[in-house]
């Protein structure tokens, strides 16, 4: 049995562009109140499927990747910050994830998928 891919209307789309802005904003209000980021993540995966198919779906992949990738990159930050290296980690690690927010949403908002 297929599944059949339903491409969300014009409203719809609307709803799910708001959303995905909604992520971008809670990953950058993570550095203030890290749960936000949470939060996040937690939309990114109930809704994956609802933006399947669409232009949308490329965004939702990268807040995805950058939450994983920024933990990750924190967690081996946080463990090497005894040897000093980890602090650097860290450094560039914030960095890159405000990269990412902003790409993102300035993407988003001319309506451009990301590409990877």
Known sequence: MSEKIVVPDVVEMKLLKNLTQVVYILYALSY??????IIGIIINYVKKEEVAGTWLESHFRWQIRTFWFGLLWAVIGAATAVIL?????????FCWIIYRIVKGWLNLNDNKPMTF
Not at 32 to 37: E, K, W, Y
Not at 85 to 93: K, P, Q, V, Y
């Open 85 to 93: 290296i980890g602090f650097a980690i860290l450094f560039a690690n």
């Open 32 to 37: 203030f109140a890290g749960i936000t980021a």
